[in-house]
C-alpha cells in the first residue's frame, strides 16, 4: 500500500508492506477513512487500522481468529460515523468494533447461518446516513439495521434484479455508493441504478420501479458494461468506473450530448489502462483513478491539461529499496484501492 503526503513538512509517497508494516496480508482489495483520520484497510488476509500518533503510527488487525471474521478475504469496507467497520467478505459481512466501545460490542459476522443474505460472496458495504449498512453480493443487495441497543439488528430488505423488475440492472453488485441527494447507487456487472430510499415504504421502496434511475448499455452511453468505481465531484456529477473506462453523468445538463461524457481510456486517452478499479474524489477536486497498469490524477475543471500517472518500477514490488523516479512511486500498478483523508 502506497501513502502519498502532499501537505505540511513532509510530502512525497510512503510504503506500507510486509514485513515492514503489519498489514494481515499486502493484497489490499479496499480503503475506508474513519472519522478521527485513521485509515482501515482491507486486505486477502482480514482488516486494519492504521492511527496517526505521536510516536509515528499505531496498527491494530482483525483477521478471522481475533475479531471473528467470517472469511480471511475482505473484500468491500466502510465506517460509520461511530467508528465501526463494517466488511464484505468471500464468505458473509461483519461488524468490527476495534475499541469496544459503542453498544455493539467487539465484533459480528453475518454469513448464511444467521442472516438472510443474497448470496454468501459479498463485494460490496456501504453506511448510509441513517446508520444502514448495505451490502452488495454476486446474488443482489441486502441492507441491515442496526440495534442502538446492541442486539442482532433486523434486515429491512434484500433485493436483486427480478425482485426489482431491472430497477437494478445485474445480480452482481459490485460497489454501493451515496450521492449529495440521499440516493444509494449501485454499480453491477450491467450497468448503474440509483435508489431514492423510502425509509416508511416497504423494503424501504425497492421494490417500487418508480424509485428507480437505471443506466445500463446500449440506451446509457457507459464506457463499459460493469461498473466498478463510482464517485461524485463537488458540483454533483458522477463518475463511473468500468472495465473500458470511465463516464462522467452531468444531470444539471438537459442536453444529452453533453449530460454524458467519456474520459478516455487507454494510452491514446490518458489513462495508464481501461480497467478501472477505484475512483476518489479528493478534497482538492481532482479526480483520482486506480487501474489494472497505475495511477491517475485529472483537474475536472481543466481536462485538456490531461492525466498525470505514476506507474510502478517493474522490480519495486520485489525490490523495495529501489530508489524513486519521476512517475515510478507507487508499489505495483494494479491499483484496487483509493481513499483521503483530511
Given amino acids: 500500500m502506497n501513502r502519498l503526503r502532499q501537505g505540511g513538512g513532509a510530502r512525497g509517497w510512503e510504503v506500507f508492506a510486509r514485513p515492514g508494516a503489519p498489514l494481515p496480508a499486502n493484497q489490499v482489495t479496499a480503503l475506508a477513512a474513519g472519522r478521527n483520520g485513521e485509515m482501515w484497510i482491507a486486505t486477502h488476509g482480514g482488516l486494519a487500522r492504521y492511527r496517526e500518533d505521536g510516536a509515528g503510527g499505531e496498527w491494530r488487525t482483525a483477521t478471522v481468529e481475533s475479531a471473528g471474521l467470517p472469511y480471511p478475504t475482505v473484500l468491500g469496507l466502510a465506517v460509520d460515523s461511530q467508528g465501526v467497520a463494517w466488511a464484505a467478505t468471500g464468505a458473509g459481512g461483519a461488524m468490527v468494533d476495534l475499541e469496544a466501545r459503542t453498544s455493539r460490542g467487539g465484533g459480528r459476522a453475518f454469513t448464511g447461518v444467521n442472516a438472510p443474505l443474497m448470496h454468501q460472496i459479498l463485494d460490496a458495504v456501504f453506511v448510509d446516513r441513517q ?165 491517475a490524477v485529472l483537474d475536472p475543471e481543466r481536462p485538456d491539461a490531461g492525466w498525470q500517472t505514476f506507474r510502478a518500477h517493474p522490480l519495486r514490488r520485489w525490490l523495495a529499496l529501489l530508489p524513486d523516479r519521476p512517475g515510478n512511486r507507487i508499489l505495483a500498478d494494479d491499483v484496487t484501492a483509493l481513499a483521503f483523508t483530511r
Fill in 131 to 295: 446508520g444502514q449498512v448495505w451490502f452488495g453480493s454476486a446474488g443482489g443487495v441486502n441492507v441491515y439495521r442496526p440495534d442502538a441497543g446492541g442486539g442482532p439488528g433486523t434486515w429491512p430488505t434484500g433485493f436483486n434484479r427480478p425482485s426489482t423488475r431491472g430497477g437494478l440492472p445485474d445480480n452482481q453488485v459490485y460497489t454501493i455508493f451515496g450521492d449529495r441527494r440521499g440516493r444509494i447507487w449501485f454499480g453491477t456487472g450491467g450497468g448503474v441504478a440509483a435508489l431514492s430510499v423510502s425509509p416508511d415504504d416497504f423494503g424501504l421502496g425497492a421494490y417500487e420501479p418508480g424509485r428507480w434511475t437505471t443506466h445500463s448499455r446500449p440506451t446509457a452511453p457507459l464506457a463499459g458494461d460493469a461498473v466498478h468505481a463510482i464517485a461524485e465531484d463537488g458540483r454533483g456529477r458522477l463518475y463511473f468506473g468500468t472495465a473500458a473506462g470511465i463516464t462522467v453523468l452531468d444531470e444539471s445538463e438537459s442536453d444529452p450530448a453533453r449530460r454524458w461524457r467519456q474520459l478516455g481510456a487507454g494510452p491514446a486517452g490518458g489513462l495508464p489502462d481501461p480497467a478501472v478499479h477505484a475512483l476518489a474524489v479528493a478534497p482538492d477536486g481532482r479526480l483520482w483513478a486506480g487501474t489494472a497498469g497505475g495511477l
